[in-house]
């Protein structure tokens, strides 16, 4: 099998420098770009496998590269941000990153990550899943379980700890009907009696003012009349 190649993609020079070399050394090609014009322009003419994508850069920021690859490749990106840029990591896995590395990146994890992607991306055929293990999209829902966050719509919004403990059990879950009682011991660990539906009812209440766009008409998180709570599914 060819050796695989990387598009190492960064306005600061010695950062595209340290990381082809570390790649190189890993054994794969390497090409570099300095801006997201010029990304493109490399992706144009050459065959890719996956690219480590600053953020910020001049010309055309690596936000906007990413919306414009998108439109015709789904191979892996990986989002090389600094600790400062959250809301960039942010909008970069709702625009269709894979993944995100902070700089300054620690060698060994950036190597396994690209590993990670690539191996992913060929058993799929060469075409990259849209999920991982650590995010859940559920239509204009995304839950990403590292960094605990919620996005609705491109929009993050911010949870208490036992209202993103609910949502998760039902985005691990969709479809599936919960009585009050199953939540609450699920979520608040502990054995239901019976005071919990009202508690629930209110978390609940909370989840909907947060992620619905009018709760009177629920898009996700809808009743099941005597019974309990569920999540709609929908496709990405």
């Not at 420098?17 to 992706?43: F, N, P, T, W």
């Not at 055929?125 to 991982?132: H, L, R, W």
Request: glycine share 6%; charged share 30%; aromatic share 8%.
């Amino acid at each position: 099998m060819d050796s695989e190649t990387i598009l190492v993609v960064d306005d600061n020079r010695e950062i595209v420098y340290s990381i082809s070399e570390l790649l190189k050394y890993e054994g794969y090609q390497v090409l570099q770009a300095y801006d997201g014009m010029e990304a493109l322009e490399v992706m144009e003419k050459n065959k890719v496998d996956l690219i480590l994508l600053d953020v910020m850069m001049p010309r055309l920021n690596g936000l906007s590269a990413l919306m414009k690859l998108r439109e015709k490749s789904r191979i892996p990106v990986i989002i090389l941000s600094a600790k400062t840029e959250e809301s960039d990591k942010v909008s970069g896995l709702v625009l269709g990153a894979d993944d995100y590395v902070e700089k300054p990146y620690n060698p060994a994890e950036l190597i396994a990550r690209v590993k990670a992607h690539l191996r992913r991306y060929h058993a799929w055929g060469g075409v990259a899943p849209k999920t991982d293990e650590d995010r859940i999209v559920n239509g204009g829902l995304i839950l990403d379980k590292k960094q605990r966050i919620v996005i609705v719509e491109g929009e993050e919004v911010r949870l208490t700890a036992t209202e993103y403990k609910i949502l998760l059990l039902f985005m691990e879950h969709p479809g599936q009907v919960f009585s009050a009682e199953q939540i609450y011991e699920n979520v608040w660990e502990e054995e239901a009696n019976f005071t919990v539906e009202n508690t629930v009812m209110v978390h609940i209440r909370h989840i909907r003012e947060k992620i619905e766009i009018d709760t009177k008409k629920p898009r996700y998180i809808k009743v099941v009349w005597g019974i309990g709570y569920k999540i709609e599914r929908y496709a990405e």
